[in-house]
């Protein structure tokens, strides 16, 4: 794999309108990986009972959060999606509206790696964290994606 595009299965991106809670927004974020049997059905359910006991630890800046589950949880593959809620939803009242989620799958320790050095090169540029939060087409979310 060379570029972050390629960490991301057909149908990856999603711009959705509609309002939204976090666990609609977690399925959302999921849905791609289910789809393509790149994570089981479980994997979701421990994302959101992990949320329910720890908070939202995968929030990483003020509009984007990162939700994942440990690999034995029922990560079968290693992917990543990319959920656009310009509306925003928020896990609780004491973190900010997320308006990204990527969903990340790792079937291992060590798959990912590439990826989220990718990610971080992302998370570094501003004005493409800018662009994502407004996006709302695929066609945008993936011309960003693109450039990484």
């Not at 998370?123 to 011309?143: G, N, P, R, Y």
């Amino acid at each position: 794999m060379n570029g972050l595009i390629d960490y991301f299965p057909e149908n990856a991106f999603t711009v959705h309108q509609q309002d939204c809670d976090w666990q609609q927004a977690i399925d959302l974020s999921m849905r791609c990986l289910l789809e393509n049997n790149i994570v089981e059905p479980r994997y979701v359910a421990a994302i959101k009972h992990s949320t329910q006991n720890n908070g939202a630890y995968y929030i990483l800046t003020p509009e984007v959060a990162m939700p994942h589950a440990r690999p034995e949880e029922g990560a079968l593959g290693t992917a990543l999606t990319l959920t656009v809620l310009p509306l925003g939803v928020y896990f609780n009242d004491d973190n900010p509206q997320v308006k990204v989620l990527i969903g990340l799958a790792a079937k291992d320790a060590d798959s990912h790696i590439n990826a989220i050095q990718l990610l971080s090169e992302m998370f570094c540029d501003d004005q493409a964290i800018k662009q994502l939060t407004q996006a709302v087409k695929v066609s945008e979310i993936k011309e960003i994606i693109q450039r990484f």
